[in-house]
């Protein structure tokens, strides 16, 4: 065999192993190959195995030295575009307000909406740029990113073309996804705004593969089931997948409505009982967990331990975003999750890679294995855990995308 | 007047204001001066203000870039010399161990106390100093170091004598205490252990200075209050400041002995209750909370909304070490204060840098006036609430100790 590329001391190389998502029990199986190696051929992994055993040639060698090797993060929720900031919103709420009362007063996720409409897209693409940079820093390879800022059908066009535009300039693959974020303010304008959006948005956004699934946000305060389902039927004729923001701070029937539509994903999930994480357990959509809005706002955790206990397949994300969730680690988030949604260790690292690359309906990334994108990070220390353990230092030394070492 | 040093564009110069810490109410005052400048002479400041009313010379000027600047933080609580790692304690609690259980079971502290024994002082500075690195990088320009894995009392001076050399090397300024960490395994050598430690260590780091304060880890399953008392009453008699790790897990009577003896700070708190709360009130003695530790053993956060409004003052800092806080950051346990504890963002500033100060017994730093040392950052925002706002993303661009940059 001859390798563009061949990592070499790699002390231990830690992934899943084999394709689709890990569900409960199996969320604790990793392979471990310790003193490893990867060959490469066009940034594709075309055999990893004990470093003795390799028996071919490469054209570049490349040493880890002696370091820890993870597949690449896989950031499955992000609103990494947006414009202004939430600092003011921030002091309201360490003052007392909830996150709900800013939202009922027009603040919130609004003012965000109002800032992001007014800037230019060269604008939105110089604020997002940098923050995608930090994930991918953080050890992010593959980054989702919704809009839902844009509110008219137009302007949320608009942010799919900014997600666009940053996907061409980053080294990261960039997911976008279409979201339904924040209804009308008048109750009267919501009819005409769901046609808007199943008329013409959703068939433009499919039609120029702006967004490969559409995300609702299925709250009381936001769309309501019979709302969503009207988003998400039109979407499925559209063939775009589908994702919901759902239990975020009341368990309305999103996870139910997303099971129902054979979801990708249900996200959040904080406020998700026992109904929830069976109908999730029984079904094949991931269950996407956010550890950074429950630090960040102080609402309870989602119920990691219980859904994995339940045997459901759980994916952890930042949820970047100015509002709810302002982590901008997508490793940070893998760390939080231990301590916040109790997992483990292995259970955060295949949350944070294969499960996550199957909440976005991604079959060639999230484990290091022949035939899947070489898309790994290699830590700073010898002990892969370090990845999870570490707060506020980032554990992860080079970003390599495709073959490619994009961060060193 | 002259300055070596003006740094102007300044968007806010953000700072506690006028000597000794700030309690209650006082703590959410700020100084805020916007388009501000700072004067440098040898080391120290000589004058803020608007830049507009800046009348001197000097003979460097240096532009902020309109970026926000506030004070150095001063860490007042880390263990940041140890060898040997906590990765397999961590997995044993993630799997369900309580750490007081791995505490009784000879593991935790003690397995580090054995690494960090076995290890040189080469070795320990190799690892030492990127720790203390990582601190200096997300804000911290002061930073208390604690002996403590020592044990034995020559082991103990070993790790003073290892902090003085990472002090030597370091840009921050170093505050090195001794701390009574815990006890000999069998109870009938508790005796003789604290004689040499009352007899023979104190007296030899009060002469040699290798260490401004005593610390003792006050808790069911190490230190009673009978024992720290004696330490106390020992470490009095040679001018030695007087700190606690008191109430972490229970509450046995450790902030009573601390504002008793007039300590400098009671640290952790997590167990404290009204009683404790009042007697921290009515005292000198600073309460120093580490959410590190809530956030890494899930243990209840430290009351330090109710130590504020009681009219306590309150400091943060990381309580670095391997088993109970792999916090790296300084800025991030500000961000974390106000998550858990319920600081504000103001709260959290003055808790970071003018009480931590006093919470070291340190009048020339945490502050930006006239007299202090020049130790300041230039964040990379124009709104010093990024500082504590951002999670998993370091807010800090520019660190400068004693009017020198040493970090951009």
Redesign the interface.
């Known amino acids: 065999m001859k390798a563009d590329t061949l990592i070499t001391g790699i002390s231990q190389l830690v992934t899943a192993s084999g394709n689709g998502p890990k569900r409960g029990k199996e969320m604790r199986e990793l392979k471990i190959i310790q003193r490893a190696a990867i060959a490469i051929v066009s940034g594709v992994i075309v055999w990893t195995g004990k470093e003795s055993e390799w028996k071919g040639e490469a054209e570049i060698v490349v040493d880890a030295g002696h370091r820890a090797v993870v597949p690449g993060l896989v950031d499955p929720h992000t609103h990494a575009v947006w414009a202004g900031?939430r600092?003011a919103d921030?002091?309201a709420r360490?003052?007392g307000l909830s996150y709900e009362e800013i939202l009922a007063a027009g603040g919130g996720i609004r003012s965000t909406i109002r800032a992001t409409a007014a800037a230019s897209q060269d604008e939105l693409v110089a604020l997002g740029k940098p923050r995608i940079d930090?994930l991918i820093a953080?050890g992010a390879t593959t980054i989702e990113v919704k809009s839902g800022y844009g509110f008219t059908p137009a302007a949320e066009l608009a942010m799919l073309e900014t997600i666009q535009v940053i996907s061409q300039i980053s080294p990261a693959r960039i997911v976008p996804t279409l979201l339904i974020h924040v209804p009308p303010v008048s109750a009267a304008n919501r009819p005409s705004y769901i046609s808007e959006v199943c008329e013409e948005l959703i068939p433009e956004v499919a039609r120029r593969k702006l967004a490969t699934a559409i995300d609702v946000f299925v709250e009381k305060e936001a769309w309501q089931i019979a709302e969503a389902e009207q988003f998400l039927e039109h979407a499925k004729r559209h063939h775009l997948a589908i994702k919901l923001h759902s239990d975020q701070f009341h368990s309305i029937g999103g996870v139910e409505l997303g099971v129902r539509f054979g979801a990708l994903s249900a996200d959040h999930l904080e406020a998700s009982g026992p109904d929830q994480i069976a109908e999730l357990a029984a079904s094949s959509t991931i269950a996407t967990i956010l550890p950074?809005v429950s630090?960040?706002l102080?609402i309870p955790a989602a119920p990691g331990r219980k859904l994995i206990d339940a045997g459901a397949a759980v994916a952890v994300g930042?949820d970047l975003n100015p509002g709810s969730?302002?982590?901008?680690?997508t490793s940070?988030?893998l760390a939080?999750s231990?301590?916040?949604n109790?997992?483990?260790?292995q259970e955060a690292l295949v949350a944070g890679t294969i499960n996550a690359a199957c909440a976005l309906g991604l079959k060639d990334i999230g484990r290091l294995e022949a035939s899947c994108s070489a898309d790994f990070l290699v830590l700073h220390g010898s002990?892969w855990?370090?990845l999870v353990?570490?707060?506020?230092?980032n554990a992860v030394r080079d970003v390599w995308i495709g073959g490619k070492r994009v961060q060193e």
Do not use: C, K, Q
Not at 325 to 329: G, N, Q
Not at 389 to 393: H, P, V
């Open positions: 900031d600092l921030f002091e360490t003052s930090s953080s950074g630090i960040h102080g930042t969730s302002p982590l901008f680690s940070e988030a939080l231990v301590r916040l109790g997992l483990t260790a002990d855990r370090e353990y570490t707060l506020g230092r």
